[in-house]
């Protein structure tokens, strides 16, 4: 049996310092999950390396955290990588988009690769960058960034936005309103609900790279997760972030049963040799030194005010991290 011992971290790294302490030093645990961003992992992750307890981060999609940080550290989810990737080869075969505008927000770890990685993918495929600009997060106003996009000539085929949900909603609005009516793409980060409460008809013709799709006509082994959740929760998990959450409990769930003791370093060695696990966001397999597995990506787009699947694809061609 697992015993859960949760902790709040507030997303500050102080606090993500305490609760890393709490949980390590007072609380003895085996093994630790938590984050789905970048910079938290950073934040915690010389601790519980020095520690040597195996952490899973649901969220963050870093590839480079292992090498930044140490063999302690598995992903749940894809890389950075491999999901610009997946988002170039959709802007290019199914937009037919050789042409992009790059808009960056400068203010996240997340952001800032994620466009870099969209760039090597893209210019590999033939896609052209005709312009770049950037923001950072907290940004209200976003004018002279779409004067920029706007001057271009001839315009591009599609904008790509390496944004988190907090902006991105705010930029198609305002992008809307001055009259560009360009494809948008993106990554995880539109993945919440407020891509379509804050952006609103403004979202139409969006895309973005997410983990799973959790809308009508999912998968039936996602809709057994959609309705034991909202069993559980009593409402549906609002984005793939909860399913990944649930994967990551049963990745180290399995772990501790395969190392048979609570072991930190069997634990560890256990996750570094999963192969096959079967996760509601796809299977995850570790190749050997690499803890970030290889799995397919889903592009949801919006449709009439509701997000669809536009597609489910594994990328040709992957940058290095």
Excluded: C, W
Aim: aromatic content about 8%; cysteine-free.
């Amino acid at each position: 049996q697992i015993e859960l011992v949760i902790y709040d971290s507030k997303s500050d790294s102080t606090t993500i310092s305490t609760v890393a302490s709490q949980l390590i030093d007072s609380d003895k645990v085996v093994g630790i999950i938590g984050f789905a961003d970048s910079d938290s992992v950073l934040a915690i992750g010389p601790q519980v390396q020095k520690a040597q307890i195996p952490f899973i981060t649901p969220g963050a999609t870093s590839p480079k955290l292992p090498s930044q940080l140490g063999n302690e550290i598995f992903l749940a989810a894809f890389g950075d990588n491999v999901q610009a990737a997946v988002g170039a080869e959709f802007a290019l075969n199914k937009l037919n988009g050789k042409t992009a505008y790059l808009l960056t927000d400068i203010g996240t770890e997340y952001t800032t690769l994620l466009s870099d990685y969209f760039v090597t993918a893209y210019e590999h495929g033939g896609g052209k960058i005709l312009e770049r600009d950037t923001y950072k997060i907290g940004d209200k106003t976003f004018t002279a960034q779409i004067a920029k996009l706007k001057a271009l000539s001839p315009q591009p085929d599609f904008v790509y936005a390496s944004s988190n949900a907090e902006e991105i909603g705010l930029i198609l609005k305002q992008m809307r309103q001055a009259g560009i009516n360009l494809p948008v793409v993106g990554g995880d980060g539109y993945d919440t609900p407020l891509l379509i409460q804050v952006g609103g008809d403004a979202a139409k013709d969006t895309y973005f790279t997410t983990h799973a799709y959790i809308g009508e006509g999912a998968t039936p082994k996602v809709q057994a997760f959609i309705d034991a959740y909202t069993k559980s929760a009593g409402n549906a998990p609002e984005n793939a972030f909860a399913a990944l959450g649930y994967d990551s409990v049963k990745l180290m769930a399995d772990a501790i049963k395969r190392a048979g003791a609570p072991d930190p370093a069997k634990i560890r060695d256990a996750l570094a040799a999963t192969s096959g696990l079967d996760g509601v966001t796809g299977t995850i397999t570790y190749r050997p030194g690499i803890s970030v597995p290889d799995k397919s990506v889903s592009v949801i787009g919006v449709k009439d005010g509701k997000l669809v699947l536009a597609s489910e694809a594994a990328p040709t061609f992957v940058a290095e991290p």
